[in-house]
């Protein structure tokens, strides 16, 4: 029924934003990793900045793709 898949469309939803909080997750730590790294001297200042910045890329396309795939779920689940 139309009531069913509301309500699995909304635990798709809920199960993305757990996704995009566990990849924010793990965005933090890499970073904080990274930081470490450049305090100890394994890596230099511009190393660190382009490391932030690739972390931060990589964040971005893995939250784009979960956005992509969890309107795609809603569109399939609301379709028929």
Do not use: P, W
């Amino acid at each position: 029924s139309e009531e069913r898949r509301r309500d699995l469309a909304k635990t798709v939803k809920t199960l993305a934003e757990e996704s995009r909080v566990r990849v924010r997750s793990c965005r933090r730590s890499a970073m904080e990793s990274a930081k470490k790294l450049e305090k100890e001297g394994v890596l230099t200042e511009d190393s660190l900045r382009d490391t932030i910045a690739e972390i931060q890329k990589l964040t971005d396309r893995f939250v784009a793709d979960l956005d992509k795939h969890t309107a795609n779920k809603e569109a399939e689940l609301m379709k028929i």
